[in-house]
């Protein structure tokens, strides 16, 4: 995600929301109430999330008392909150050095070189089917994805083989999953009969095991191998988000595009960075040219931030050339005339330079001259070198739209271009230009455009620069406002594309992210225009968002639709008009028949009615795909957040995933149901059992929602109001992206979240006022509630009007939040990042904030919630070695309220005179004492994040790292790695169930995995 008013999506984004809805999280969430930022939107049709919820929405900001602070989903928004989680020193001391990032990898080898405990082994719990609730018929075109079956992770890239045949012949495509590494299908073109029972669509394989980092972005296939099996793949991704865009290690080569990886070459080069873009020269498989750019580390259950993070000591980035087959790399551009490596990266990175503050993103070699080479920089335009990419060659061929330069400008325009040859001889350039900064929907000079030039390789450097056509009429804002996160040039005539596929030089594809506000009710003029395509070099375009299945008669209100998040695209290499789509929705691939939509500009539920609108939508409907087809059935993609199980089914379990929603299993590792949609929150059933139907769901940023009916998308019924709605003085508290939310296992229908106060419900989550669950759903369901004046005074308002009946407790004015100075002088600011009840007492709950305090409080059971008393304890006299770091779990022992673990994120080197990542808390008021359960270097637990803690009640220790797993043996002071199975994947949750003695990790990029323990 970037910046999204209102707007709910699957959707860096990386990123993430607005208002009262958030979107993606590929960005970062961190402050989600800012009152300096004005609130934005449309009107309620105009939005897609459900129609009861936008009138809702709509209805709060009329009455509104001024205007409601947004947390927008843009890259310079969300540079905090992962950031933050493991660099926060709680003195504001900056980042630490690039070392910390080093030791942690050293610190994780050691653990792989010592004996794993125990004899079991993680296996893949799923999704490999993720399937969307087709029965929710309130989820039409005006929403999104509608009717797409089955979902993936966020995929960044991908290549497929020239060799490429019709199904059943063999046609290989490779994948690059953003932390879910990269895998391999070789029936990419097969179609499943849906009348069979058996599956026969793509069968995918999951390659890069042996990978230290599953963090992939980029893909080449060497053109020079005959059989077309040599493949590169870079790690790491740059894509300026902060819910997985990890840094990587390196470069990897496979001579067979399977196995036998060579790597990671480069790791002093690339390593801490990431590698976005690789291109191998044509006649010449010794060079290699790879574009690296700034990326961040970690994530944790309450995820984002941190986008495009700082880190002091890592490499330079731009463009890197090895002539000896990646053995060896020299930087040669950074987006400037000369090298700025006289200057520190970090001055590089705070635009203290020449050169682009953020890196290069995409590279490519000239379709006729293999020493001409072209690249694109963050805030820097595109360059060329017609010298084989020598430093010193290169000159800028395209500046930034937007005024860009040392010190001033966005740092996050993004260029992404193609090339192909032209009949002349010479070399067009499609360029598409977007700075994430645009919040409108005319067509204005600062808004995201197509550009072409039909002589970018002969022409003098300034000819170029000042003779770009500008292809806006179609293509405006194609990526606002997240052009950093997607963006995409792809023209099949490029002989690295697809030279046989048919496709002339006119031919281009160009993707970005859904324009939400074109595809509603009344006022729209699109299918959202995602992704676009021209046969005309770039003078109209249509759009290939949807589809319109021919026959069917559920076609105009649920077609088949794409992911609203694009990365990148590839076609059939025989045949231009079938094209495969990566998004963070995973794989979608169209059928290569293309049909006339433009009917259904007039037609429910788009019923466009502006004149000019209506025009302009008979245009780019007037060819759209016939069909979209998911083909991520066998893909293990998702990136969860948060894990839960059902105390009565401990087979059911549910989780919450970056941009793709909720979702949940009964006994099944293979298909899950997405329960609802957006960003995945938090997802918690009774924790005590009573009501075994009832279950917590959640998007971005706090807004939660609650379930009564198992595996059914459309019971998610607000539970919201007095955390997020405008007139609460809550709504301008900071919030995690993920809220941390609990269901309390003592007193059944107790609910627990926390923003900068801490929260408790006693109904569920509920306001009394409803009686039954049915009542709630009629009022309160974001699909058909009628969110009515439930204190009949003719006018919205709060509390009298909650769906909710969430409580602040302690002081409920703004001096009574957790992260104030009322609470001392040392640690302020952020937000609740845990809460955790004891459950072998009816009082005790634990309370952290993201800059390193911890509270207790005894008496949160007060029926008086002003009564509720913190006492903060990381500040006690003997306890002055609590680390003021992220802290991520709490760990309460299940026979003493007073006794818990604690993890941290974050790094040692950050604050060596309080160094540790797990601890064990003894709670005594003025007393409390935290044990370093760290250990020492040679068997210790490392400088390595930790995500969370689990104790089992044998007393061993389980605790979720950025890179895995690892466990300590009661009354031990070794850790060790625990057993095999597991890739290196950042573990962003962990849960144990006992009735199966079994642990579920939720890992960031393949979903989630079982461990039975023993």
Request: net charge negative.
């Amino acid at each position: 995600m970037q910046n999204r008013a209102r707007q709910l999506r699957l959707g860096v984004c990386a990123v993430l929301f607005s208002s009262v809805i958030a979107c993606a999280a590929h960005r970062a969430a961190v402050a989600t109430a800012r009152p300096s930022e004005p609130a934005t939107g449309v009107d309620a049709d105009g939005r897609p999330v459900p129609r009861a919820l936008a009138d809702k929405l709509a209805r709060s900001r009329t009455f509104s008392p001024g205007s409601f602070g947004e947390s927008l989903d843009s890259p310079g928004s969300f540079a905090d909150q992962d950031w933050l989680e493991h660099s926060i020193d709680g003195g504001d001391n900056g980042p630490p050095p690039f070392t910390a990032f080093a030791t942690a990898r050293n610190d994780w080898f050691g653990l792989l070189g010592r004996p794993s405990f125990g004899t079991g082994k993680w296996v893949p719990l799923g999704p490999t089917n993720g399937q969307n609730d087709l029965t929710n018929l309130f989820r039409d075109r005006t929403v999104y994805t509608t009717g797409t079956e089955n979902f993936g992770g966020r995929t960044a890239h991908a290549v497929i083989s020239p060799d490429c045949q019709p199904s059943p012949g063999t046609c290989t495509l490779w994948i690059a999953a953003t932390n879910g590494g990269v895998w391999r299908t070789d029936n990419a073109l097969a179609v499943d009969d849906p009348a069979t029972p058996e599956y026969e669509g793509p069968v995918w394989e999951f390659v890069s095991a042996t990978f230290e980092n599953q963090s992939t972005a980029s893909l080449a296939l060497d053109p020079n191998d005959p059989n077309h099996q040599t493949i590169w793949a870079g790690t790491g991704e740059p894509n300026a988000c902060g819910s997985g865009c990890e840094v990587g290690v390196g470069v990897y080569q496979s001579k067979d595009g399977r196995k036998g990886w060579r790597g990671p070459l480069g790791s002093a080069e690339f390593f801490g960075r990431g590698v976005g873009s690789i291109a191998v020269k044509h006649g010449d498989s010794k060079t290699i040219f790879a574009a690296s750019a700034r990326a961040t580390r970690g994530i944790s259950n309450t995820c984002c931030g941190g986008t495009d993070a700082l880190i002091p000591g890592a490499p330079h980035f731009g463009v890197w050339r090895s002539q000896d087959e990646g053995k060896t790399w020299l930087l040669v551009n950074q987006g400037a005339t000369a090298l700025c490596t006289a200057s520190t990266p970090d001055a590089v990175s705070l635009n203290q330079t020449a050169c682009s503050p953020r890196g290069a993103r995409r590279v490519k070699v000239d379709p006729v001259d293999p020493n001409t080479v072209y690249a694109s920089f963050f805030a820097r335009g595109i360059w060329r070198s017609r010298s084989n990419g020598d430093p010193g060659s290169w000159e800028q061929i395209m500046a930034p739209k937007q005024p860009a330069g040392q010190g001033v400008g966005p740092t996050t325009e993004r260029d992404e271009f193609d090339v192909v040859a032209l009949p002349s001889g010479e070399t067009r350039m499609y360029a598409g230009v977007g700075g994430g900064n645009y919040g409108g929907t005319s067509i204005t000079p600062n808004a995201a455009h197509l550009r072409r030039n039909d002589a970018v390789r002969d022409t003098p450097a300034a000819t170029v620069q000042s003779t770009w056509t500008d292809l806006h009429q179609f293509t405006f804002a194609y990526c606002e406002g997240q052009c950093s996160y997607d963006n995409y040039v792809y023209a099949p005539a490029n002989p690295d594309n697809a030279p046989n596929s048919g496709a002339t030089y006119d031919t281009v594809y160009l993707s970005g992210s859904n324009q939400y506000n074109e595809n509603n009710t009344g006022s729209g003029r699109s299918n959202g225009r995602a992704v676009l395509l021209s046969t005309d070099g770039g003078a109209t375009f249509t759009d290939m968002t949807e589809d319109h299945r021919t026959g069917d008669p559920r076609a105009s209100v649920y077609p088949g639709a794409l992911h609203p998040d694009h990365h990148a695209i590839v076609v059939n290499p025989l045949n231009w008009q079938q094209f495969f789509d990566f998004s963070d929705g995973g794989v979608n691939r169209s059928n290569g028949v293309f049909v006339n939509d433009s009917a259904d500009c007039l037609t429910p539920p788009h019923s466009f009615v502006i004149p000019s609108r209506v025009a302009f939508c008979q245009v780019v409907l007037s060819r759209v795909p016939e069909r979209l087809t998911a083909i991520n059935r066998g893909l293990r993609t998702l990136a969860p957040y948060t894990l839960d199980y059902d105390r009565t089914n401990p087979g059911r379990i549910s989780f919450g995933a970056q941009d793709n929603g909720s979702w949940e299993t009964i006994n099944d590792v293979d298909n899950w149901l997405q329960v609802n949609i957006a960003d995945g929150g938090p997802n918690r059933f009774d924790a005590t059992g009573t009501d075994q139907q009832f279950a917590v769901t959640a998007f971005q940023s706090g807004q939660l929602m609650a379930r009564y009916n198992p595996m059914q998308q459309v019971d998610a019924n607000w539970i919201a109001d007095n955390l997020t709605d405008p007139h609460s003085p809550y709504a301008f508290e900071q919030s995690a992206f993920a809220v941390p939310a609990v269901s309390d296992a003592v007193h059944a229908g107790w609910l627990w979240t926390g923003r900068e106060h801490a929260f408790r419900s006693l109904n569920y989550g509920r306001n009394p006022i409803f009686t039954t669950k049915d009542e709630h759903r009629a009022n309160c369901n974001i699909w058909y509630g009628v969110f009515g004046d439930l204190n009949h005074n003719n006018m919205y308002d709060l509390p009298g009007d909650a769906c909710d009946d969430w409580t602040a407790l302690g002081d409920p004015s703004p001096a009574g939040r957790l992260t104030g100075p009322a609470f001392g002088a040392d640690k302020q600011g952020t937000f609740v990042s845990v809460t955790q009840r004891a459950i072998s007492d009816s009082g005790t709950l634990w309370v952290a904030t993201g800059a390193g305090r911890v509270f207790v409080s005894k008496n949160a059971d007060n029926p008086s919630p002003a009564a509720v008393v913190f006492d903060r304890i990381d500040n006690d006299p003997t306890a002055l070695n609590s680390p003021p770091r992220y802290p991520t779990s709490i760990y309460v022992d299940r026979t003493n309220p007073n006794h818990a673990w604690i993890t941290y994120s974050g790094y040692n080197a950050k604050t060596p005179n309080t160094p540790g990542h797990v601890f064990e808390i003894f709670y005594a008021p003025n007393a409390s004492v935290f044990v370093n359960l760290d250990g020492q270097k040679n068997n210790g637990f490392g400088d390595i994040p930790a995500n969370r803690v689990i104790v089992t009640p044998r007393g061993t220790s389980y605790v979720a790292t950025d890179y895995g797993v690892v466990v300590k043996e009661p009354n031990s002071t070794v850790w060790k790695m625990s057993p095999a199975g597991l890739p290196n994947i950042d573990v962003a949750d962990l849960i144990y169930v006992p009735e199966l003695d079994s642990l579920y990790a939720a890992s960031h990029g393949q979903g989630i995995w079982q461990l039975k323990v023993q």
